[in-house]
């Protein structure tokens, strides 16, 4: 959700709720997609229990969302450390060939290793290539989560701030 989506949406809660029209406020927000607009409907939805619980509601959800965002960050993070570790497994299984292949022929030339070598440098690249690849998406998604995380902070001050000028 942009922040040019958010201050609309404040502006259209705003709206509402200077006309004390809270309904028309929640279904604002039941009709827009993201976790800020949950967040504010969560909120709106406690307007009569006082903006203490607003307050509690807005904060609680809040964590609710942020942990959403978060939840499958951990295995992209868990691919991107064993990624060059299978790349290594490879090194070490391609070394292990040569070898083999040095004993089998009783010659240690260059041709004798070569597959074995082939394949260690190989897995070792593919392993590496993986790594940077989920690195690079990782910190994507993360930097996006960050934004949205802002964005609800900052959204969520000023809902505050739209209540306590409107109290009922």
Known sequence: MATTNV????????????????????????NTRGPVASI???GLDR?????E??????????GVQMARLEANLTWIALFIALAPSFGFLGTVIG????FDDIEKAG??????VAH??????LTTVFG??????????????????????????????????????NKK
Do not use: H, W
């Not at 307007?47 to 903006?51: F, N, T």
């Not at 070394?95 to 040569?98: E, L, N």
């Not at 990782?138 to 209540?163: A, H, P, R, W």
């Open 116 to 121: 074995g070598m082939k394949m260690a440098l």
């Open 128 to 165: 590496l290539i993986v790594a940077i690849i989920l690195q690079i998406f990782y910190n994507y998604l993360l930097t996006k989560i960050e934004s949205l995380v802002s964005q609800m902070e900052d959204g969520t001050i000023t809902f505050m701030d739209i209540l306590i000028k």
């Open 40 to 42: 504010f409907y969560q």
């Open 47 to 51: 307007i009569d229990e006082g903006l």
């Open 7 to 30: 201050n609309a949406l404040l502006n259209g809660i705003e709206d509402n709720v200077k006309k004390g029209d809270y309904n028309a406020a929640k279904e604002l927000c039941r």
């Open 95 to 98: 070394m292990v060939q040569a």
């Open 107 to 112: 010659d240690i030339s260059p041709t004798v």
């Open 53 to 62: 619980n607003v307050e509690k509601a807005l904060t609680s959800y809040g």
